[in-house]
Structures are given as structure tokens and as C-alpha cells.
């Protein structure tokens, strides 16, 4: 649509890999087999953990929760991405940006919240067994999953209805292999230092908040397990721990290195690597 000399963005336009043009055929079939196995191991950890009555525990049920996300959130961004590199046409549509960047907000950020709650039931088991019959209750359980995947919404909503309803006239060009809030923001053409702000601090709250409670979590795991006078029982606590520390690594390494990073420090290609191991993998 044209109005005077300003050019409205109807859709966009997804450049994902397009660097890497040799390689996107390769780079297709390993996503697809990575995906298709994360996939499969993640529905099988949801059916397991609810067809086995001796699964039906905080940690499982948490667990099931965390691998739903995962099959959502990747559902959200790899079919596309996967179809985007056999096709010359790497459209989006308007309506289909701006979903795709909510879902992803909100997965993220239940996620985020997912990972506390996971550290606080391992607190709970950990550091007062006696208690933890008590503490985790089954009401108790679903009502910190209802409050997780909850927790998003705002969020999502919000960030994404303001950034959609600006303007949007240099190009319809997103460098990404996905609608991803910083590659869809460069597009605007107003002024965006207010929204860049709300986007640091909601991403400092969603982040760094759940990381404290995590942090807090394992350190009082730590000195429970080190008090512990057989080194067997210490390996066995830590065990049931492990799982948990390598997706928090993981997840915090990467979302760290793409969100909180100052704008010089990861170029745009970088940026999409970073984000690839965390959407895949």
C-alpha cells in the first residue's frame, strides 16, 4: 500500500540462511533429523511420564511440562524454517510474523518460569524430604504450571501488538530465519527507544528473576548434598539434578548471547547460529 511516499509493509520477507546458499541443502537435512529425534524424544517423554503411574510425581509432571514447551515452541519456528530452505519464496505474512513472535514470547517466557519452578521442587525434595509430600501437592503442582504457562501471556501480547502496530517502511527484509523481535524492529521506521527500553526490562525480569530463584535453589541443594555423609547419596542427589542444570545451561547461554549482548557484540549471522542451537537442539 502506498501512501504518499511511504511504503506499507504487508508481509515480510525471511533471508534465514540465504548466506550460506551452497550449504542449505545440508543444512536441511541435518535440522530435519536433529528435529525429527528432539521430537520424538520430547512426546515420549509426555506420553511416559502420563501413562506410568510411577512417573506421576512433581518432578515428572514438571518435566512433562517443560518438554510440551519445547515441542511448541520448535513446532512454532522449524517447520518454517525447514520449508524455507528448499523454497526460493520466503514469505511471511503479516498476521503470520506477528504470531509467530507471540507464540515464541510466550514460550520463552513460560519457559523461563518453568526452569524456577523445576529448581524450587528439587529445593524441595532435596533440602526437606520430610516436608516434600507436603510442600509439592498435587493442587499445589498444577497450579505452579497453570501460573507458568500463564505467566506469558502479558507478555507476549503486549510486546507484540505494540511492535505490530508501528510503522513499518524501510524494507520488508527480516534477517532471520524466524520473526524474532530485534530483526523485525530494525524495520520500523519511527522512533523505537521507548519500546527497546520495555524490551530490556521485561527481558531482564523474565530472565534474570527466574535465574535468582534457580541460583538460590542449588545453592542450599549444594550445602544440603555436601552435609551428606555417604558419597553415594551425594552422587544420587546430584544425578536427579543434572538433567535440569544442562537445560538451564543451556537455555541461559544462548538467550543470554542473543537478547542481552550489547548490539556490536554478535552479528546478525552469529546471531542466527546462536539461535538455532537453542531452536533445534
Not at 517423554?45 to 512433562?64: C, R
Not at 514469505?91 to 515464541?104: E, G, K, P, Y
Not at 530494525?186 to 521507548?194: A, I, M, P, Q, Y
Request: hydrophobic residues 50%.
Amino acid at each position: 500500500l502506498n501512501w504518499g511516499n511511504i511504503t506499507r509493509v504487508t508481509h515480510f520477507i525471511l533471508l534465514g540462511f540465504t548466506h550460506l546458499a551452497q550449504l542449505q541443502l545440508l543444512l536441511f537435512v541435518v535440522v530435519l533429523l536433529v528435529f525429527t529425534v528432539t521430537m520424538m524424544g520430547n512426546i515420549l517423554v509426555v506420553l511416559i511420564a502420563t501413562l506410568d503411574p510411577a512417573l506421576h510425581t512433581p518432578m515428572y509432571y514438571f518435566l512433562k511440562n517443560l518438554s510440551l514447551i519445547d515441542v511448541c515452541y520448535s513446532l512454532d519456528i522449524v517447520p518454517q524454517m525447514l520449508t524455507h530452505l528448499l523454497s526460493e519464496q520466503k514469505m511471511s505474512s503479516f498476521t503470520a510474523c506477528a504470531l509467530q513472535l507471540n507464540l515464541i514470547v510466550l514460550f520463552i517466557t513460560s519457559e523461563c518460569f518453568l526452569l524456577a519452578v523445576m529448581a524450587y521442587d528439587r529445593y524441595a525434595a532435596i533440602c526437606h524430604p520430610l516436608h516434600y509430600a507436603t510442600i509439592m501437592t498435587k493442587k499445589r503442582c498444577r497450579q505452579m504450571s497453570a501460573a507458568v504457562w500463564l505467566s506469558g501471556f502479558p507478555v507476549a501480547i503486549g510486546l507484540t501488538g505494540w511492535l505490530f502496530s508501528m510503522p513499518f517502511c524501510k524494507s520488508n527484509e527480516v534477517n532471520h530465519f524466524f520473526c524474532d523481535i530485534s530483526p523485525v524492529l530494525k524495520l520500523v521506521c519511527s522512533d523505537t527507544s521507548l519500546f527497546e527500553l520495555l524490551v530490556f526490562i521485561a527481558t531482564l525480569l523474565i530472565m534474570v528473576l527466574p535465574f535468582i530463584l534457580i541460583t538460590i535453589s542449588y545453592i542450599y541443594i549444594i550445602y544440603t548434598v555436601v552435609q551428606m555423609p555417604m558419597a553415594e547419596s551425594r552422587q544420587r542427589v546430584f544425578s536427579t539434578c543434572a538433567t535440569h542444570l544442562m537445560v538451564v545451561t543451556l537455555f541461559y547461554c544462548t538467550t543470554c548471547l542473543i537478547h542481552l549482548q550489547p548490539k556490536s557484540s554478535l552479528s546478525p549471522n552469529n546471531k542466527k547460529l546462536v539461535s538455532l542451537s537453542y531452536t533445534v537442539i
